[in-house]
Structures are given as structure tokens and as C-alpha cells.
């Protein structure tokens, strides 16, 4: 079983800085890839980036490019969300996710079957 442990949610100032962990344990091999998702309240969940593993090619999606940085740790099976000049509308859950398979040319698709639990960003103003 896949288990998706996610940390460093919290209040941060426009313009600031955070970043999220995502601790992945329960795979059988490295043959993963890492989805960052969020979601506000009455919208559907959006991609906002992904890790393909196999080769560390990243995307991003245009609301966070510049902004936002997926880095890994291997050996640690742990993934990381760097963000920076954080804004309002940034406020959102955010969460990742773990698939078996990843495109990055059509926005990360991938069979994202497991998830973490989710942790609450706030940017004030």
C-alpha cells in the first residue's frame, strides 16, 4: 500500500516563501512520478505541476511557472514544492499524488491512485 505523508502548509505574507513536503512510503520500486494538485472552495482540483522521475522533467502549469519548484530527494522517497512570491489567490489545499505512469506533454497525465491528505496554504495580503 502506497502511503503519502504531506508537511509545511501554513500562514504565510504575500510575497513570501514555503515549502511543501510530500514523504511517499509503500512502493515497491522507484518507478513513481509526483503530481502537486490544488483546490479552493466550489472549483474542481487543478494540476499545478508534476515530476516525472524516470528522466526529472518537470511541468508547470501557468498560474505557479516561475513562481513554484518540484525538487526530490530520492533515497528519502521525498518530494518537495518550493514556492515563492506567494500571492492571495495561491490560498488553496494542496496536495500530491503518486502515479505509475506520467505524460508531461499533456499536462501530467498519469494514473494518480494515491493520494496524501492534504495541507491548507494561506497567503494574507
Not at 494514473?111 to 496554504?121: D, R
Request: hydrophobic share 35%.
Amino acid at each position: 500500500e502506497v502511503q503519502l505523508v504531506e508537511s509545511g502548509g501554513g500562514l504565510v505574507q504575500a510575497g513570501g516563501s514555503l515549502r511543501l513536503s510530500c514523504a511517499a512510503s509503500g512502493f515497491t520500486s522507484d518507478d513513481y512520478h509526483i503530481g502537486w494538485f490544488r483546490q479552493t472552495p466550489g472549483n474542481e482540483r487543478e494540476i499545478i505541476s508534476c515530476l516525472d522521475r524516470s528522466d526529472g522533467v518537470t511541468w508547470y502549469a501557468d498560474s505557479v511557472k516561475g513562481r513554484f519548484a518540484v525538487s526530490s530527494a530520492n533515497p528519502e522517497h521525498t518530494v518537495y514544492l518550493q514556492m515563492n512570491s506567494l500571492k492571495p489567490e495561491d490560498t488553496a489545499v494542496y496536495y500530491c499524488a503518486a502515479s505509475n505512469w506520467m505524460i508531461i506533454a499533456t499536462m501530467c497525465a498519469g494514473n494518480f491512485a494515491s493520494w496524501g491528505q492534504g495541507t491548507q496554504v494561506t497567503v494574507s495580503s
